[in-house]
Structure formats: C-alpha cells, structure tokens
C-alpha cells in the first residue's frame, strides 16, 4: 500500500475537464498518490490515456473492470480525500440523491474521506433552484462543495459558474488534508464569514499614496481556511496582489472608507468578521487632483492628516448580528503583548491576534507567529510556521465562540 496520501480525482463532463489535468499535475509533483475516476462523457473531452500518463494509474469508468478488486468499493475506502474537478450539475445531482451507475458514483457512496466538488457550468444551471437544493444536499450532509468562479464561460457567455483557478483549487484540497480525519466535520459549515486582507492605501495624489508593507497573504490564508472547513467566505481584499482563493466570494477595495463600506455589508449577515488587513490609521485631509510638485527650493510640501474610521471598534461595537464573533489583528513593534491586551479593551472584539513585525519580520513572508488574547482572559501562543497554520488556530477559537446556534447547523 502506498505511504502517500490517497486522492482520487472524479472528472465528470463538462469542458473544463482539460483543467483538471492541471490540477492532477499539482497533485502528482506535491507527492500525492492520485487515482483518476472519470465518466464516460468526460473521455470526450480528455482520453483515459492522459489520465493514466500523468497519474501513473490506471484509469476506468467501469465497475466490471478488474472485478476481482471490487474497484467500485475499494477505491473509495482507501482514499484520503476525493475531489471531483469538474463536477457538473449532473454529477452533482447524482451524488445529491445516491445514484451509483458507474465507478465514480460508486466510489462517493464508499468514500469516509472528506469529499470536495469543484463545480463548473453555465450560470443558468449553477443558479437554478435544483441545483442549489442538491449543493445544499450535499453539503448538509459534510460534503465540501467550491462556489464556482465568476468569468468567461462556455462560448461568449460570462457570469458565475466558472471552473475555479485549478492551482487554488489545489490549495482547497492540500488545507482538506491536512486537517486529515478533523475535514470531515466541516465545523465551520453553515456559517458565512468576513475576512478582510491586504492593506489600504490614502492617495495623496494621482500617483501617490501613504501606505503599508501588508502582502495580504495572513488574510488570505484566513479566507483558504475557512472556506475548506465549510464556511461561506466572504474576502475583502485591499490591494493584495494575490489569486483569487477557490470558492471566496472576492470583493476588492483601495481604501479604508471603502473598506468601512465593504466591511459594513458583508458583516450585516456574518457569523464572524476577522480584519486581517492593515488599516491606515490616518489619510490626507486634501487630495491633490494633479501631481504634487517640486516649488523650486522652497522645501517640502507640509501633509495634513485626518483620522480614518476605525472599522474594528465600530463592528465590534455594534455586531450586526447577534453572537457575531469579532477578531482583530495587532501588528506590534515593541511591547508586543502589553499593547496588544490594550487594544483588545480598548476595541472591543472577542478575538485579538497579536504579532511583532518589522521591515523583514512577518510582511510578505509564508510563516507567521503570534499569541491569540482573548476577552475571557485566556491566552493561545501560535509557534513560528505557515500562515495557514495560524489561521486554522484563529478558526478554532472562532468555531468554540460560536455558540449552540451553529452545532445545530452542523452536519
């Protein structure tokens, strides 16, 4: 038996198939043991023999092949995780309602592995009313089901429906395994969630503005998380030059009024708001409407500053949902912890986590630390390692503050 983790990859029939094939590349190099499983339909579109080259496996459709190994159930209980990219909203109709009549309907009935559906079709199916009754099927009963993307379809159609990014989709499934046997709980389904990311921007004028180092990779490690713990992600995004993660909802601001706004809305049906992002405390009180000059030797222009809103003391102050948990981020220079049990009063949040940065500490980097303080008192300390691994602690002390309301939502 193989020592690597065990996907197997459904691939149904829609055109993006050919997609998949990236994404089974991504899973093979990063040392995953990858059986293919497509239907009939899809070897329209990719051949069995591209399957079995780049998986290394071989590949069928049928439950009479290699009898003797009752394919239809052993493939299925030996997986880690299986992925169906694409899965179309005939698939996902058939796995909604139990139909087994090939290998790959066969082995989602078998599979006790956490089960991710990428979907991909046109607008009108994704929108219609049976299709978001078998989504929401399925994901009552623990399946982990990605939002399709938003973007160029089929032909010259556009809208949501689109196969997601097949490298965030990658990213969805390396965040399942490694929670391993903790995934098949999505304990976070159910719940929508806000996150901001990134760091504002106060234009001084057309070509200049006061700023900050964030990347926005914390936040979007926050976002990738959630949304693999089954959550419904909403990401406000502050000029991160990132992908889009697979499955979040993306809404992308410049400033912190516009992030206020963005915040204000998506918070008003949230369960939980986490702000990642680097909020410029100040922004100019003028804004040029043409690029500041040099006025000889006279020196330097004087900048006058008002104060930008602060969005975590409002939200924390006002929940626009009753038993709303609030997390906030304290990037720290000195006193790292005395200042950040300050701010965690003085804001009002349930949450704060609390990290020390500098020019070559923490900003744009893939690892993180930091100590998570709370309101009740208690106090979490995150070692030094990836930002996803900070952020599936983060969800953690979000998922204990959520209450009885959202275990009965559970799977």
Known sequence: MSSKPEVVLGVSG???????????????ESGHDVRVVP?????????????????????????????HEVPHVRIGQHADLVIVAPATADMLAKAAHGLADDLLTNTLLTARCPVVFA???????????ATQENVATLRRRGALVIEPAVGRLTG???????FPDPAEIFEYARRVLARGAA??????????VVVSAGGTREPLDPVRFLGNRSSGKQGYAL??????????????SANAALPDPAGVDVV???????LREAVLKAAADADAVVMAAAVADFRPAVYAPGKIKKQGDSGAPTVELVRNPDILAEISGERPRVGQVVVGFAAETDDV?????????????????????????TFGAEENEAVILAADGSETPVPYGPKEALADRIWDEVALRLGPAHAERLP
């Not at 829609?14 to 093979?28: M, P, S």
């Not at 995934?183 to 929508?192: E, K, M």
């Open 14 to 28: 829609g055109i993006a198939a050919y997609k998949a094939c990236e994404l089974l590349r991504r899973l093979t």
């Open 39 to 67: 239907t009939d339909s899809a070897l329209h579109f990719v051949g069995a023999a591209t399957w079995s080259a780049l998986s290394g496996n071989p590949v069928s459709t049928e439950v009479w092949d290699s009898v």
């Open 119 to 129: 979907p991909a079709m046109h607008t009108e199916m994704w929108e219609h009313p």
């Open 156 to 162: 010259v159609d556009t809208g949501k429906g689109r």
């Open 183 to 192: 995934a098949a709980t999505a304990d976070l389904a159910g719940t929508h």
């Open 223 to 236: 976002a990738r998380t959630a949304a693999a713990r089954g959550a419904r992600v909403t990401l406000l």
């Open 252 to 258: 992308h601001v410049g400033t912190a009024v516009q």
């Open 337 to 361: 912890l005395a200042n950040g049990r300050a701010k965690l009063a003085r804001k009002g949040c349930d949450l704060l986590v609390v990290n020390e940065v500098g020019e070559r500490r």
